[in-house]
């Protein structure tokens, strides 16, 4: 939690300031997205845009990807972002530091840990869990949800000890060291025997021959919000009819990619992954529709709320829990049903 003391540090003094001028659009028409990072996991959104279903509500979005959730947390605080499509934990997280009016999460595009564990070629033809004894795993940022996702896993389905070292009775060591946008690269090369990865990423090493996709984190732990979208509460409060047209073309985003065939799925996608190649594509969202990573519902509901509130729990991060009707307001998600 020590990278959101800093952005507190920073914004508190202004905060008022700020989010005072958050209700104020630069344009009626444009939403401005900040995003975790750009990812597969997220293709509804990415269909809406380019199926042209925001145009027809008379949308505008601008789109940039942050590079991380503390990024998109403190677009959203300074006005350079609207909404801001993040992991709900850091809602807690600046919450837990002290900042009670603190941005607000009005829906949920994933339902579950989108990330995939990958291992070895040579290791890994009957993968159980219990191969993870012993083992060092690459498991992303301290504080981020695949770490304590997987943690959570290992620790309460699998009864394993994790640590960030070896020994004193550690079954598998998990690795937080590796910068996000290194883990993969750090594999490849050689540290660690397995690592937590989202598509395309995961995808490419089969396809590559350096990795061997395991198992699925969204497999094991459902029913998480893990990606969703976030404002202020101002924000909320003056557009309420923009995100309502928001949210009616997030809806016929996720009703396409659901139902669409091959081609259909690279002719709404392709405009927003121009680099990766077809096959690459077809297999990372054809992985997210198996394991039910894209919400089938943006309502995100109290008990999905607590499980996250758990998971971040356990992994020895949370100060106290914070309450749903303070973090979530559901009445845009609600009138769009899926």
């Keep these: 939690m020590k990278k959101f003391s800093i952005l507190l540090a920073v914004f508190i003094c202004v905060c008022s300031v700020m989010l005072s001028a958050c209700g104020k659009d630069k344009d009626n028409n444009t939403i401005r997205i900040s995003e975790v990072t750009h990812s597969l996991f997220y293709a509804p959104m990415y269909v809406a845009i380019n199926n042209g279903y925001f145009s027809d509500e008379g949308l505008e979005i601008e789109l940039t990807n942050a590079g991380g959730s503390d990024t998109v947390m403190s677009s959203l605080i300074s006005n350079s972002a609207d909404v801001g499509l993040m992991g709900p934990e850091s809602v807690v997280y600046v919450r837990n530091n002290g900042m009670t009016n603190a941005p607000i999460i009005f829906a949920q595009l994933t339902a579950c840990d989108g990330s995939f564990l990958v291992g070895r070629t040579d290791e890994n033809e009957d993968f159980t869990w219990s191969d993870l004894k012993g083992k060092h795993i690459i498991a992303g940022r301290k504080g981020g949800m695949p770490?304590?996702?997987?943690?959570?896993?290992?620790?309460?389905?699998?009864g394993f000890t994790t640590g960030s070292e070896a020994g004193n009775g550690i079954d598998t060591v998990l690795d937080t060291s590796i910068a996000f946008n290194l883990t993969a690269s750090s594999f490849v090369a050689g540290t660690g025997d397995y690592c937590t990865m989202f598509d395309p990423t995961a995808s490419q090493c089969e396809l590559d021959g350096t990795g061997v996709i395991v198992a699925a984190l969204g497999e094991e732990v459902s029913d998480v919000p893990y990606t969703c979208f976030v404002a202020t509460q101002n924000y909320l409060n003056n557009n309420s009819k923009k995100l309502?047209?928001?949210?009616?073309?997030?809806?016929?985003?996720?009703?396409?990619?659901?139902?669409?065939?091959?081609?259909?799925?690279?002719?709404?996608?392709?405009?927003?992954?121009?680099?990766?190649s077809d096959a690459l594509i077809l297999a990372s969202v054809k992985n997210y529709i198996r394991i039910g990573a894209y919400a089938d519902s943006f309502v995100l509901k109290e008990s999905s709320w607590n499980n996250l509130l758990d998971i971040i729990d356990n992994a020895g991060e949370l100060t106290s829990r914070v309450a749903y009707n303070d973090a979530v307001n559901t009445s845009f998600a609600s009138k769009v049903q899926l």
């Design 244 to 276: 309502d047209k928001f949210m009616s073309a997030l809806k016929k985003g996720y009703d396409y990619i659901i139902s669409a065939n091959d081609e259909q799925i690279l002719s709404a996608l392709k405009p927003s992954f121009s680099t990766t």
């Design 147 to 158: 770490a304590m996702t997987l943690q959570y896993i290992l620790e309460n389905n699998y």
